[in-house]
């Protein structure tokens, strides 16, 4: 996982929080261990936030479903749902987390997003 590897932050993620990614919620909970919570600690945040078990993060069927109803973001793109910043941007809305990325685009065209 190079400087240049897009992939390498996702993976990286995967396999952080042993969770599978964007394909179940270890994106999710990897970005609330970034902010300085304990694996548990953020399991438990992401669980209540989704309104899912502990069990249902890892469940990549619940997860997919729940992911498109939220529409958060999934592996294989979806037409007419959210990808990429705002993906991002409904992320740091449900998780109430600042993501650089989205705060820099907010600037960028001076208003909330929603």
Do not use: F, W
Not at 12 to 21: D, E, K, T, V, W
Not at 29 to 40: D, F
């Amino acid at each position: 996982m190079g400087t240049g590897d897009p992939s390498g932050m996702g993976l990286a993620h995967a396999l952080a929080s042993s969770m599978g990614g964007i394909k179940t919620t270890g994106d999710l909970v990897a970005r609330m261990q970034l902010n300085k919570m304990r694996l548990p600690e953020a399991k438990r945040y992401v669980a209540d936030k989704l309104g899912v078990s502990l069990l249902d993060l890892s469940d990549s069927t619940v997860m997919r479903t729940l992911r498109e109803d939220l529409d958060i973001g999934v592996v294989t793109a979806v037409p007419g749902l959210a990808k990429g910043l705002e993906a991002k941007a409904r992320i740091a809305e449900l998780l109430d987390i600042r993501i650089n990325c989205v705060e820099r685009m907010k600037e960028k065209i001076g208003a909330p997003l929603r």
